[in-house]
C-alpha cells in the first residue's frame, strides 16, 4: 500500500503553537503567519479512519489552493503561497465559529433531517413534496457550529448566531454575502466540468486589520458533495441514485456497516482494497473538477519532503 501521512510534528523556526484537527494540522509561525498541512486522514461523522488514504492530502490542498485562484476575484481569502503539494501558507487570521453550509439541492443531511418529517433545517423552510436530490427553488444557507463539548457539528439558525453573538449581523451579512458568491462561482466551475456543485461549506476568518477573508478549504470533496450532470435528471425521474462524487460514498459504507459515529457503535475495519478504491475516487474528482491530471508527489518519505519544503519558503520571507 502507498505511503500516507497522518500525524505530524514538526518544530519550524518561530513556531507559536500547533492546532491539530481532524484533517489538517496548523502551524502558527511567529502569530503572522499559519502554515496549514493537509494529511491523509480520513474523517466521517466526526470519527476519523484508522488508516490515512493515499494522496488524499495532496488532493484536497491542491483542489482547494486552485479554487482560492479562481475565486479570489469575488471573495479574499488568506492564502499567499503553496511551498508543498501538501502545505497551503497564509494569514493568521480569527475564525468564525460558524461553518457556512450552502446547499442547492436536498442531499446528505437536509435530505436525512427531511425524511425524518422535518422541513425547517437552521430556521430555513424546505418546500413541501420534495424528493431525495431534488433541487431546491434557491439554493439555502444552513450554518453549523462545533458543540460546546465535543467535535460534533450542530445545526443553527442564522437569528441563533446573532442573538447568541457568535458573528455580529453586520458581519453575519458579509458572510452570507460571500457565501452566495462563492457557490455561484463554485457552480459555474462544475457546469463547466460536466459536474453539479450540490452542497458545500466554507469558513471565514478576519485578518489583524479586520478584514473578512475565506479560510481553510474550498470545493474539495471534504467539504462538498458533486453530482455527475450527464444523466441527473433521467435518474431523479427513475427514483435512482445520483452518480456523485464527493465523501458521502465513504458515509454510505460505514452507514451499511452499521455506523454513523453513535455511541456504542464499532468501527468497521477498512480493507486495503477499499482505502486504495477510496483513495481512486479523490483522484476522480481532482480530475474532474480542476480538467487536470493528477500527478502524484514523492511519498518515499513525505515527512521529509514537507519539512524541507516549509523550511526553504520561511528561509526566504524571513530573511
Same mark, same amino acid.
Given at each position: ?5 497522518? *500525524? ?37 461523522? !466526526? ?26 476575484d469575488i471573495v479574499p481569502n488568506w492564502l499567499t503561497a503553496t511551498p508543498d503539494p501538501n502545505v497551503a501558507v497564509g494569514l493568521l487570521c480569527d475564525p468564525f465559529k460558524?461553518?457556512? #453550509? ?48 465535543? *467535535? ?14 457568535? #458573528?455580529?449581523? *453586520?458581519?453575519?451579512?458579509?458572510? @452570507? !454575502? ?30 489583524? @486589520?479586520?478584514?473578512?477573508v475565506l479560510i481553510d478549504e474550498i470545493h474539495t470533496p471534504d467539504s462538498s458533495r458533486y453530482f455527475y450532470a450527464d444523466g441527473y435528471q433521467e435518474r431523479q425521474d ?19 456497516? *452499521?455506523?454513523?459515529?453513535? @455511541? ?45 519544503? #516549509? ?9
Amino acid at each position: 500500500m502507498s505511503k500516507t501521512i497522518t *500525524d505530524t510534528n514538526f518544530n519550524f523556526p518561530n513556531q507559536k503553537s500547533v492546532y491539530k484537527g481532524k484533517v489538517r494540522e496548523v502551524y502558527n509561525i511567529n502569530n503572522e503567519q499559519l502554515v496549514m498541512i493537509a494529511t491523509d486522514r480520513l474523517s466521517a461523522f !466526526d470519527v476519523v479512519m484508522p488508516k490515512g488514504i493515499p494522496y488524499k492530502g495532496q488532493i484536497l490542498n491542491q483542489i482547494a489552493t486552485k479554487m482560492m485562484a479562481a475565486t479570489k476575484d469575488i471573495v479574499p481569502n488568506w492564502l499567499t503561497a503553496t511551498p508543498d503539494p501538501n502545505v497551503a501558507v497564509g494569514l493568521l487570521c480569527d475564525p468564525f465559529k460558524v461553518e457556512m #453550509v450552502i446547499r442547492g439541492y436536498m442531499s446528505g443531511h437536509a435530505a436525512r433531517e427531511y425524511k425524518a418529517g422535518k422541513r425547517l433545517l437552521c430556521g430555513v423552510a424546505m418546500p413541501e413534496g420534495m424528493k431525495e436530490n431534488d433541487k431546491f427553488p434557491e439554493p439555502i444557507i444552513t450554518p453549523a457550529t462545533k458543540a460546546e463539548v465535543g *467535535d460534533h457539528d450542530e445545526d443553527i439558525s442564522r437569528e441563533e448566531i446573532i442573538a447568541k453573538g457568535i #458573528v455580529s449581523e *453586520d458581519d453575519y451579512k458579509v458572510l @452570507e !454575502d460571500y457565501t452566495r458568491k462563492l457557490f455561484q462561482r463554485g457552480s459555474e466551475i462544475a457546469a463547466s466540468r460536466g459536474l453539479i456543485l450540490v452542497d458545500t461549506k466554507y469558513e471565514f476568518g478576519k485578518t489583524k @486589520e479586520g478584514k473578512i477573508v475565506l479560510i481553510d478549504e474550498i470545493h474539495t470533496p471534504d467539504s462538498s458533495r458533486y453530482f455527475y450532470a450527464d444523466g441527473y435528471q433521467e435518474r431523479q425521474d427513475k427514483g435512482e441514485t445520483q452518480k456523485q462524487l464527493s465523501k458521502e460514498f465513504v458515509r454510505q459504507w460505514l452507514i451499511a456497516q *452499521d455506523f454513523q459515529g453513535l @455511541e456504542g457503535q464499532t468501527l468497521p475495519e477498512m480493507s486495503d482494497e477499499y482505502v486504495e478504491s477510496v483513495s481512486s475516487r479523490y483522484i476522480e474528482l481532482y480530475e474532474k473538477i480542476t480538467g487536470e491530471r493528477f500527478v502524484k508527489a514523492d511519498i518515499s518519505n513525505i515527512q521529509e519532503r514537507i519539512e524541507q519544503n #516549509v523550511l526553504e519558503y520561511l528561509k526566504t520571507v524571513q530573511q
